[in-house]
């Protein structure tokens, strides 16, 4: 797995946080240094634009570029959803086919170079604030820099942007999957805490309930494929969901999601660590923000969960320094899922000792401090 070098534990209790409020492209800003800001406070706003994608169909599907016409699934002027099949082609028994990247317009098909192209219009954008505070700093044309306190809960991958709620526990154990049968009308618009895992037919409930986020252990990758790329008409090949945002990035997730989900360990089934857990179960009720992007491309980005509060005076907590006594997460493909307490920091291992009363030596690269 990747690391995020953040230097902060994975919980940070009663402290400052500063966060950037930023448009991915030029608009007007709402706001001015002193204003005070709630979670659905506009910030910024832009305009709509459109935008022209090429898609290389020809050599992805493996044909001669002046066969492309051929093999497209609607005539030029059609619309697709993201996802959606623009070509294919039978090969024996089986079908290969290309998904548009985005929604958009087939406007043109080039048979020199066997591409095609696909114009999207996106609508006007909104930029809120997500959460409680001050705007400290503005960022001309794209937005301000928030100063809020409180809590803030990293996860390790995210879908689905953003949004606000109160959070609910749907699971009374940390090691402990929600299933459909438990999803309750009442969620409606809320972040429920979920424990280890969902299923497909778990998070299909969620969507129809209508609950706006999920903080959730682990996922099965599969799974969460199926419901994010499912749900736009066409689900998508692993290779083609996990596409490069960059040749040098393992990967960047921006995929819309009919709901936001944050995971907190990773993906199989991994029980939520039980820190982890705890802490966010003790403010139910509680209206909380999250923050879904993930990124560990050129700007390394994790999601993040912020709980609205009072900072501490000389909070030390905010460190990830390892010292004896800290509960940490053990981050390595033998150890995953495990968490326990640094017994002994050596020269470069640290010893853990698990909730058993087994110890291991672990890399300090292997383990993150959890608060």
């Not at 928030?146 to 809960?153: A, E, N, P, Y």
Request: hydrophobic share 40%.
């Amino acid at each position: 797995m990747w690391s995020f070098p953040t230097l902060e534990p994975a919980i940070v209790r009663g402290s400052s946080f500063v966060i950037e409020r930023r448009l991915e492209r030029a608009g007007d800003v709402e706001v001015r240094v002193g204003d005070s800001v709630e979670p659905h406070t506009v910030v910024a706003r832009s305009g709509s634009l459109e935008k022209t994608t090429t898609v290389f169909v020809a050599s992805e599907l493996g044909i001669a570029n002046d066969e492309v016409r051929r093999r497209l699934t609607r005539p030029i002027g059609s619309s697709f959803e993201a996802g959606e099949e623009i070509a294919r082609v039978r090969r024996g028994l089986r079908t290969a086919a290309v998904t548009a990247p985005l929604a958009g317009v087939l406007t043109d098909v080039d048979d020199a170079n066997g591409t095609v192209v696909l114009r999207a219009s996106s609508a006007s954008t909104e930029l809120r604030a997500l959460v409680d505070g001050v705007v400290e700093r503005v960022i001309p044309d794209h937005g301000a820099i928030v100063r809020t306190s409180g809590s803030r809960v990293f996860g390790v991958i995210g879908f689905g942007g953003e949004t606000t709620g109160r959070l609910v526990v749907g699971s009374d154990r940390h090691d402990r999957e929600l299933t459909a049968d438990q999803v309750r009308d009442t969620w409606k618009g809320t972040i429920v805490l979920t424990g280890m895992t969902v299923g497909v037919p778990t998070l299909q409930r969620l969507r129809q309930v209508g609950v706006a986020g999920i903080i959730v252990g682990s996922l099965a990758e599969a799974d969460i494929r199926r419901f994010v790329s499912g749900s736009a008409g066409s689900e998508q090949s692993t290779a083609a969901f996990w596409r490069m945002g960059a040749p040098s990035a393992p990967f960047i997730a921006l995929h819309d999601a009919p709901l936001v989900v944050i995971v907190t360990e990773g993906f199989g089934r991994i029980p939520m660590a039980e820190p982890v857990f705890t802490f966010l179960r003790q403010h139910e009720g509680t209206t909380i923000s999250m923050q879904a992007t993930t990124s560990v491309a050129e700007r390394l980005s994790r999601p993040e969960i912020y709980i609205p509060g009072s900072a501490e005076a000389n909070n030390d907590r905010t460190s990830d320094a390892l010292r004896i006594g800290r509960p940490v997460r053990l981050i390595d493909n033998a150890h995953l899922g495990m968490v326990g307490v640094v017994a002994d920091v050596l020269h470069d291992t640290v010893s853990v000792e698990l909730p058993n009363g087994a110890r291991r030596t672990m890399q300090s690269a292997n383990l993150e401090v959890l608060t």
